[in-house]
């Protein structure tokens, strides 16, 4: 057969390598370095120095509680929205797009290319207290007359599903996009109707892109702040907006990389309890 | 109406039956309108203000109409080598890690191996790390060697963190992968490498696809991680963010609009091309 | 010149070869980690080119590029490369950090901080600047007299401002009535969730303490935790909507907000499109800042110095003022703009009243260094 055939045992070492070594160098050679930070003691004056500081990760979780769990609420919220906004919008491109597809994913994709503030400013001048949507809401009674949008966790739970709506809605069309149609028909031949259809035929067959999916937006929405800090107000503000006041305003490093960390442990607990959830088979194939 | 017995097969077409099949066929297009409708809002606003004349330097409140921005769109200095700049560093680095997501994720779906559930978290870790400890940290690391910043900088960092999102939807797609195809060509008398380019590859071409879509856009847009490591480099959006703040020119909604119109030009000739490459062959 | 490259020159070179570097270098760079800066030898002779790290559109500006920089290497000879990426205060320190503290050069001759953040003084506490070559600014007379000994740098040994502005209230005079005190900002129920703060404490917290009637230049444990009080009072009740940087400007031009903590060089330019909004000194004080111009170790002091004493002539600043609007620290400057555009000379906005210098002040820098006063500021604005 073939040399890689043979030598079974060394297919997967020779693919990962090139991948796994780029990371090892850049990525974790960088988080040990945190690591070490995050056991330090001492003041930015002063210097730093390696203290075994574990009290540095009893502060984050001590302290900062509210808004780790904030964060969690945030991007869990935000992941939901995304999915449920997203999936039928890739199951339409999947399956009616035809021969637009790529463009349409670029359509998709399009926001990213004016950058954050762009986007997040024409968001401000959309939902802008005056504006229109704003105006809409509170004529048919679902905010005050002088209630807004703006500055609040509405507007920060929206902002991070528009922001990461790309990383919920691609992963789902690369797995629905998969789905072989004739088996939709020939479920429908056996008289499904074509709900029953899309429950017991496409669902579990896009489930890995839903895993991939939520995964992707959950993971790093749980540690944003530009939302919160441009769209939020000072009670709405996430666990990345006080990490990145540790390390900025404060020069207070020990506790930005503890409180990444703990930030990290509980997003891989999640996951962790998600794949359970949902079946290894589906997270590792 | 009488049914005929080949006819069992499909229930009565009764006209309520057939508009509410109309409907639903119908109401996922309209959604998906809408939805791109939600997408583009901002684009569109983007767009519309880039024709606006502000007096002042802030671009916030519609002040009239202009095609000067358009006309001067080079006027704003640094602002088109930043952008060409974040156009570079973003193809290259979704391409690469592309390339590096597609072979890691081949790995973990298809091979069992001693460290398989560690890769499989390994991949998570830089998706839930912070940029600003990300960005300082990786800053570190390169303090510690004697490379430059700039370019190769910027360029590293993006491909770093760009890994992990090319190795899920790259494993989206694998998993569910029939590999029949496969053993059919091999059987055939093909070796791994033909099998790879000509079954393997056209069968994922999506989620390659659409890994570069998303790399790429992660990378145009980065901020954090690219301001710490960018040297004296400046990219699209450490551009604007520092522009913000006195008031960011029209010609920055100008760029973003030439970028987005020549990615759509370029898609649309993609598949113009392939309709007429589909005519001559039929 | 001994083989031994020092740290700047190596990483100049490294910067034109790419980084490839001969071994000499390599292990030069390797076993050095005193900073062998030349800055520190007094070499009277002005560099080729001067590395300037600036604020973004803080400097004159035309398509062509930036005039008063072609009119500095006409004069001098010496080429300015000007960098535009500094955008906050904090998150360049947060990347200078990295190589100073490592005793590396950050190739930058000038760069620019506020002195309404603590990064200034932080940053000569830990040596990490040169010293000004005051005998090659002898326009360094031409300084405004207010300017002339912050409590941070007395003698402006290390430091010389570039731009200076003002922090007071903006307020939409189709929304509200003349906003002109903190008091109204913070506890006028007409002005409900429609006033933003700013993020920086030492703007904040200048005008909720003059409002206290407490002097902010000379901060105590007592009035500091008085004035946080106060605001967060303010924000528990819903009458601060957010803590923003420039941010306030698009809710502010827009009618999102009725008033706001702002800046008087943002309201300049928010004016041009929005006759409805107004800037003021509050009426029991307010704040005053200096952008400075430093020197980073590692930088060319003589020649950082000669283009500093460039930008303190009259005529050139008033140049880069006409395009910066924000407030000039150079006397006769102002006789100079009449001259070219009247219109910004008149701006008192730009060029303050005397009465408007004396209602103004410079929060304690001391206070702005206090980690514990940080901790409980960034708790407040970020619960």
């Known amino acids: 057969m073939g040399f890689l055939h043979r030598h079974r045992n060394l297919t997967p070492y020779l693919l990962l390598a090139p991948g796994l070594l780029y990371l090892a160098l850049f990525f974790v050679v960088p988080l040990c370095f945190l690591a070490y930070q995050s056991l330090e003691s001492g003041t930015f004056d002063i210097g730093y120095s390696f203290t075994w500081a574990w009290g540095n990760y009893w502060d984050a979780i001590h302290n900062y509680r509210d808004q780790f769990i904030r964060s969690l609420e945030y991007a869990g919220i935000a992941t939901i929205l995304a999915l449920v906004f997203a999936y039928p919008l890739a199951y339409w491109i999947a399956f009616r797009g035809g021969r637009w597809k790529n463009l349409l994913l670029l359509f998709i994709v399009a926001p990213f290319f004016v950058t954050y503030l762009i986007r997040t400013l024409a968001w401000e001048t959309i939902l802008a207290d005056e504006g229109p949507v704003v105006g809409f809401l509170r004529s048919i009674g679902i905010l005050d007359d002088d209630g807004r949008l703006l500055a609040t966790g509405t507007a920060v739970v929206a902002g991070i599903t528009y922001n990461f709506f790309p990383f919920m809605a691609l992963p789902l069309y690369v797995s629905l996009e998969q789905i072989d149609e004739r088996l939709i028909e020939a479920a429908q031949d056996l008289y499904a109707s074509k709900w029953k259809a899309f429950l017991r035929v496409t669902l579990p067959l896009s489930l890995p892109g839903v895993v991939a999916g939520t995964l992707l937006t959950f993971i790093p929405a749980a540690g944003d702040f530009i939302n919160a800090q441009l769209l939020g107000s000072s009670q709405n503000h996430m666990i990345g907006n006080v990490i990145q006041s540790k390390f900025l305003e404060l020069t207070d490093y020990p506790a930005a990389a503890a409180m990444s960390f703990v930030l990290m442990a509980a997003i891989l607990l999640m996951v962790a309890f998600y794949a359970r959830l949902v079946g290894t088979e589906k997270l590792t194939g | 109406m009488s049914s005929v017995p080949l006819a069992e097969h499909a229930p009565r077409e009764s006209l309520a039956s057939r508009l509410w099949a109309f409907v639903k066929r119908h109401v996922l297009t309209v959604y998906a309108w809408l939805a791109f409708v939600y997408l583009m809002l901002p684009i569109a606003i983007v767009i519309a203000f880039s024709f606006n004349n502000p007096a002042g330097r802030f671009n916030y409140v519609w002040s009239g109409f202009t095609l000067d921005n358009w006309k001067n769109w080079d006027g704003v200095p640094g602002l088109s080598s930043a952008m060409f700049l974040s156009l570079e560093i973003a193809a290259l680095a979704s391409v690469a890690a592309t390339v590096l997501g597609t072979l890691i994720a081949l790995a973990l779906v298809r091979y069992g191996f001693f460290g398989r559930s560690a890769t499989n978290f390994l991949i998570f870790l830089p998706l839930s790390t912070p940029e600003i400890v990300l960005g300082a940290s990786l800053l570190t690391l390169f303090l510690n060697t004697t490379i430059v910043f700039g370019f190769w900088t910027i360029l590293i960092a993006h491909v770093m963190f760009c890994i992990s999102f090319a190795v899920v939807t790259v494993k989206a797609r694998l998993i569910g992968f029939d590999r029949h195809l496969e053993e059919a060509a091999m059987d055939l008398g093909a070796n791994e490498l033909t099998t790879f380019r000509k079954v393997t590859l056209p069968l994922i071409a999506p989620a390659i696809l659409a890994s570069l879509l998303l790399c790429f856009a992660i990378s145009i847009d980065d901020f954090v991680v690219t301001y710490f490591n960018a040297g004296s480099e400046v990219t699209f959006p450490l551009f604007v963010w520092g522009a913000a703040r006195v008031g960011a020119p029209p010609q920055v909604n100008v760029f973003g609009t030439v970028i987005f119109m020549v990615a759509v030009l370029g898609m649309v000739a993609n598949v113009l091309v392939q309709m007429r490459r589909e005519r001559s062959v039929a | ?383």
């Open chain 3, 1 to 383: 010149m001994t083989d031994v490259l020092s740290r700047r020159q190596l990483l100049e070179r490294a910067a034109k070869g790419g980084a490839v570097l001969t071994l000499p270098g390599l292990l030069a760079a390797c076993g050095g980690s005193s900073s062998e800066s030349s800055g520190s030898e007094s070499d009277k002779t002005l560099a080729d080119t001067l590395r300037f790290s600036n604020w973004t559109l803080y400097i004159d500006n035309t398509k062509k590029g930036h005039p008063t920089l072609d009119m500095f290497k006409k004069e001098t000879g010496t080429t300015v490369k000007y960098f535009e990426d500094i955008n906050d205060n904090a998150s360049f320190f947060g990347k200078i950090q990295g190589p100073l503290s490592r005793g590396q050069s950050i190739d930058r001759d000038i760069i620019v901080m506020t002195d309404n953040s603590r990064y200034p003084s932080l940053l000569i506490k830990k040596g990490w600047l040169e010293k000004l070559d005051k005998s090659a600014i002898p326009n360094i007379k031409n300084l405004q007299p207010s300017l002339q000994h912050p409590n941070w740098d007395p003698d402006r040994d290390y430091s010389l401002p570039w731009q200076s502005g003002m922090t007071g209230i903006a307020y939409n005079d189709k929304l509200t009535d003349p906003v002109l005190s903190t008091d109204d900002l913070l506890e006028n129920p007409k002005l409900k969730g429609k006033v933003t703060l700013l993020t920086e404490m030492g703007d904040t917290m200048t005008l909720v303490m003059f409002a206290n009637g407490d002097d902010p230049s000379k901060v105590t444990d007592a009035t500091f935790d008085k004035a946080l009080k106060r605001i967060q009072k303010a924000v528990d009740s819903g009458q601060v909507r957010q803590f923003t940087g420039n941010d306030y400007s698009g809710p502010l031009s827009k009618g999102d907000l009725s008033a706001a903590m702002a800046w008087s060089g943002d309201v300049v330019q928010l004016q041009a499109d929005n006759k409805n909004l107004h800037w003021n000194v509050p009426e029991a004080g307010g704040g005053i800042w200096t952008d400075n111009m430093l020197i980073p170790k590692g930088g060319d002091a003589f020649t950082a110095s000669t283009y500093m004493n460039f930008v303190y002539k009259p005529r050139i600043a008033a140049l880069i003022e006409d395009y910066v609007n924000y407030i000039c620290p150079v006397v006769g400057a102002k006789e100079e703009l009449e001259k070219i555009d009247p219109d910004v000379a008149k701006n008192t906005l730009i060029f303050p009243t005397k009465e408007m210098l004396d209602n103004v002040v410079g929060f304690d820098s001391e206070a702005l260094a206090n980690q514990k006063y940080l901790e409980a500021w960034q708790n407040l604005i970020s619960s």
